[in-house]
Antibody, heavy 118, light 110 residues
């Protein structure tokens, strides 16, 4: 299983951060949830949310009002949109495969650094 | 501020055994399995231990995990220079309805 994040590395404050995770060597529709995690410059990790191939989503309550995760099974990829970003959203964003209702992330992308500028 | 508490740093000499602790609460570690991740510099976290004590295929037997109540530990025996890395614990949190992480422990091999 391989995952690869892509998207702009620089986003202006108050705009929307958009990233896509392309999955290869495994069909998203075969099972598992697919998640986004971010790592702040101070190294702390924060779960953003998960999505199932059916479109069922679970979000971190602290981000729920700003985040949308979607899936495109035809392209075998899923996406993250985080709106109204601030400097506090500057982080490395990872996508990963995750088992439902667990902290079991078994395959990760290499990560995408997103910097929010004023 | 992370939900799970880890010491920020740990160290040991080659061949030594070191342990890293992870403290949580009844809503996370106390009621759900703990996973550990190793993050080498410049890379993504890698699953090291799952379900408290299980090692994925390819992880050396030098790495072991344990859990008691609302706390967990990662032990590394026969410490090697390539074990110098950041280590994170994680568990599902029933209150959050999502996974939570520790703040990470930077292991230095002296």
């Amino acid at each position: 299983v391989q995952l690869q994040e892509s998207g702009p590395g620089l986003v202006k404050s108050s705009e929307t951060l958009s990233l896509t995770c392309a999955v290869s060597r495994y069909s998203i529709s075969s099972g598992f949830y697919w998640g986004w995690i971010r790592q702040f410059p101070g190294k702390g990790l924060e779960w953003i949310g998960n999505i199932y191939h059916s479109g069922n989503t679970h979000y971190n309550p602290s981000l729920k009002n700003r985040v949308t995760i979607s899936v495109d099974t035809s392209k075998n990829q899923f996406s993250l949109n985080l709106k109204s970003v601030t400097a506090a959203d500057t982080a490395v964003y990872y996508c990963a495969r995750v088992e439902m209702n667990t902290a079991y992330f078994d395959f990760w992308g290499q990560g995408a650094l997103v910097t929010v500028s004023s | 501020q992370s939900v799970l508490t880890q010491p920020p740093s740990a160290s040991g000499t080659p061949g030594q055994r070191v342990t890293i602790s992870c403290s949580g609460s009844s809503s996370n570690i106390g009621s759900n399995p703990v996973n550990w991740y190793q993050q080498l510099p410049g890379t993504a976290p890698k699953l090291l231990i799952f379900s408290n004590t299980q090692r994925p295929s390819g992880v050396p037997g030098r790495f072991s995990g344990s859990k008691s109540g609302s706390s967990a530990s990662l032990a590394i025996s026969g410490l090697q220079s390539e074990d110098e890395s950041d280590y994170y614990c994680a568990a599902w949190d029933d209150s959050l309805s999502g996974p939570v992480f520790g703040g990470g422990t930077k292991l230095t091999v002296l």
